[in-house]
């Protein structure tokens, strides 16, 4: 085969990195599916269809709808169209670009493991805080900021790392930036948000690290003093 017949490496570059973050990836797809699904049933126009998948407080503690703390983290929107392009938009674009950056750091296993333990106790502290009905990823997003700013200061391969250090600082900006302006807007819920930020650095600060991969043979230096 000719090198005209591969894929440009642009393309061959993404497609490898698809095939490394199959977590991101498989959430995206999830979250597309809750959102063909809201389409189908009339939910992304209607709130009170989306109310049933959302987390309600009095639902899931007095009816025992805890299907209720997952079944958010796939939804988007508030009941008008416009409302939930802009929610699916903003959330996909997020986690498109923080879960793959995770994932690739700190591997698919962790990444999946932080995302849905902070996404579900975003989702209970929304339920036991907010009055109304919730839904959306960004909850499991705080997460994964909350979990990097500790994976990267624990990490002994990435703690170093000018690059990575760089996003740190650059999401701790994004993080409190946020808190600010989203305390402005009622419709946000920043119970959730917090909640899944205060519950990504506590796994960020507790969750172990591995030791680096010793280098190549490659780059080994053997240091030989000649003998007399």
Not at 55 to 71: K, M, N, S
Request: cysteine-free; glycine content about 10%.
């Amino acid at each position: 085969m000719t090198d005209e017949q591969y894929p440009p490496r642009p393309v061959r570059r993404r497609q490898a990195q698809l095939r490394r973050t199959p977590g991101t990836t498989g959430l995206l797809v999830a979250i597309a599916i809750g959102f063909l699904l809201a389409v189908l049933t009339g939910a992304w126009n209607d709130p009170l269809v989306l109310q049933h998948g959302a987390v309600i407080g009095d639902l899931v503690f007095q009816h025992g709808q805890y299907w209720r703390l997952l079944t958010a983290m796939f939804l988007h929107g508030n009941g008008t169209i416009q409302g939930t392009l802009l929610h699916l938009a903003l959330n996909g674009i997020a986690l498109y670009q923080l879960g793959r950056l995770y994932e690739l750091m700190f591997g698919t296993r962790r990444f999946l493991l932080v995302y849905f333990a902070t996404g579900l106790l975003a989702s209970l502290a929304s339920a036991v805080v907010n009055r109304g009905a919730s839904v959306g990823a960004s909850g499991a997003i705080f997460g994964i900021v909350g979990a990097f700013l500790f994976s990267v200061w624990r990490s002994p391969r990435f703690r170093q790392d000018r690059a990575a250090r760089g996003i740190v600082n650059q999401l701790i900006f994004w993080t409190v930036a946020n808190i600010v302006i989203g305390s402005q807007i009622p419709q946000i819920d920043m119970s959730a948000h917090i909640g899944g930020l205060v519950a990504g650095m506590l796994l960020g600060a507790i969750l172990p690290h591995k030791a680096p991969p010793p280098p190549p043979p490659a780059q080994v230096v053997i240091d030989v003093e000649p003998r007399p």
